[in-house]
């Protein structure tokens, strides 16, 4: 298993649609999670950062569940500027910075 | 965040040879980076870049292919060494500051081409 598994998609939704994407990890021990966002030949840049239970910016909405070990980002009417890959990151060992990166999920908004 | 800027910006070597990439921070901060990105894949970390000692590799890096440089708190190198084609992919330098945070702001990557 993955250490941290997210579905690549594609996603295409229209403009004005509502997304969700999950991530699942395997590490239980794990207390530190972010979506980041990445542009087509472009770095990726920090979207939320997950904390406790779940944390809400705008029309982005991350929501955390320890007991079965996901992460999930909602988008509400969607833009066309949300199209972008999304990465799921799980800090590694407690104490640590290390990064753990899913394989990211494509996010294609269609006007 | 932080202003992060790395040069080269991109890149065409060849085989055996070697290339140096240098990652450069607007402000002090704690933590550096490097990490690769294959084509088509997520990013995976090299090594944590330590000020004044030796990097720290993850499994599957090591010092001789990928020796790291950190002279002080704003600047880092990595250099990709006898290089292949296997190498070719972005590499970018991220930082964070030691607030507890863990958040990480990467550098623009630098897309490297062995042929």
Do not use: H
């Not at chain 1, 403009?15 to 969700?20: C, I, K, P, Q, R």
């Not at chain 1, 996901?70 to 969607?78: E, G, K, N, T």
């Not at chain 2, 991220?94 to 607030?99: C, I, N």
Request: hydrophobic share 30%.
């Amino acid at each position: 298993r993955k250490e941290v598994e997210q579905d690549p998609g594609p996603f295409n939704v229209p403009e004005g649609a509502t997304v969700a994407f999950n991530c699942t990890y395997s590490n239980s021990a794990s207390q530190s999670f972010f979506w980041y966002r990445q542009d087509c030949r472009k770095e990726p840049k920090l979207l939320m950062s997950v904390y406790s239970s779940g944390n809400e910016d705008g029309r982005f909405t991350a929501q955390l569940n320890r007991a079965s070990q996901y992460i999930s980002l909602l988008i509400r009417d969607s833009k066309l500027s949300d199209s972008a890959t999304y990465l799921c990151v799980v800090l590694g060992d407690s104490g640590t910075y290390k990064y753990i990166f899913g394989t990211g999920t494509r996010l294609k908004v269609l006007a | 965040s932080a202003v992060i800027s790395q040069k080269p910006s991109r890149d065409i070597c060849q085989r055996g040879t070697s290339l140096t990439i240098q990652c450069q921070v607007d402000s002090q901060v704690t933590m550096m980076f490097w990490y690769r990105q294959q084509p088509g894949q997520s990013l995976t970390l090299i090594a944590t870049a330590n000020q004044g000692s030796e990097a720290t590799y993850e499994s599957g890096f090591v010092i001789d292919k990928f020796p790291i440089s950190r002279p002080n708190l704003t600047f880092s190198t990595l250099t990709v060494s006898n290089m292949s084609p296997e190498d070719s992919s972005i590499y970018l330098c991220s930082v964070s500051r030691d607030e507890g945070s863990y958040e990480q702001y990467f550098g623009p990557g630098t897309r490297l081409t062995v042929t």
